[in-house]
């Protein structure tokens, strides 16, 4: 019990670490937005120099008119700055890493919640399967995860030597665990003897006192 408990002050910490690191993010995103903002009304407001060119031409000038000045002026959209679009592009692209930000940071939360109520339905599934074990079954299991974190291997003959019972009544009691859904495999060696082990996907998830606990729930 008190490994779901932190697993779940786990998950929450980690959610309340990613909501601060959003929230930074949006800052430091808005101070990059507001100094675009800046530059474009700077660009704005300053006035385009031109040269007055203090050469009299000649009269070969004035028939073939004086060359345009190279401004800073697109002659395509009446004059407007060019720096303008480039600033409005900056906008967009802003505006774009903003919503692509929030985007990436919402499936998290989804998940952390999915993480939760998945926490909460393997406690139910555990605590529902050992609830429905009779007392011998659950001490053979028990003494299975015993051996198994205290030898590499464990046999019928160790858990019948720990138990005083014979192999025959041991294998039978395996094979009840196993079709009452407890995840116990058996691992032939060498072609002749057995190796029991209890499944990693649930010694990960839940210590014996845990499974204990929920058991008794």
């Known amino acids: 019990m008190n490994e779901i408990k932190e697993a779940f002050t786990r998950v929450k910490q980690d959610i309340l670490a990613l909501k601060t690191e959003l929230e930074s993010i949006k800052m ?85 919640t999915k993480i939760l109520e998945s926490l909460d339905n393997i406690k139910k599934e555990i605590r529902l399967k050992f609830k429905r074990l009779t007392n011998q079954e659950m001490a053979i299991f028990s003494t299975l995860y015993q051996l198994e974190q205290t030898q590499p291997e464990t046999t019928y003959k160790h858990i019948a030597h720990r138990l005083k019972l014979s192999e025959s009544s041991i294998r039978d009691y395996i094979s009840r665990l196993i079709n ?35 058991r008794g729930i």
């Open 28 to 112: 430091q995103l808005k101070n990059i937005e507001n100094q675009l903002d800046s530059t474009k009304i700077n660009s704005t407001q300053t006035p385009v120099k031109t040269t007055t060119s203090t050469h009299i031409p000649t009269l070969r000038q004035e028939a073939e008119g004086l060359k345009p000045q190279n401004l800073d002026i697109s002659t395509g959209n009446e004059g407007v700055p060019t720096d303008r679009q480039t600033n409005q592009q900056t906008d967009i692209s802003t505006q774009n890493y903003l919503i692509q930000q929030e985007k990436q940071q919402k499936p998290t939360f989804e998940q952390a």
């Open 180 to 214: 009452k859904g407890i995840p116990i495999e058996k691992i032939r060696k060498n072609n002749k003897q057995i190796i029991l082990k209890i499944s990693q996907d649930l010694t990960k998830i839940a210590s014996l006192d845990t499974i204990l606990q929920l």
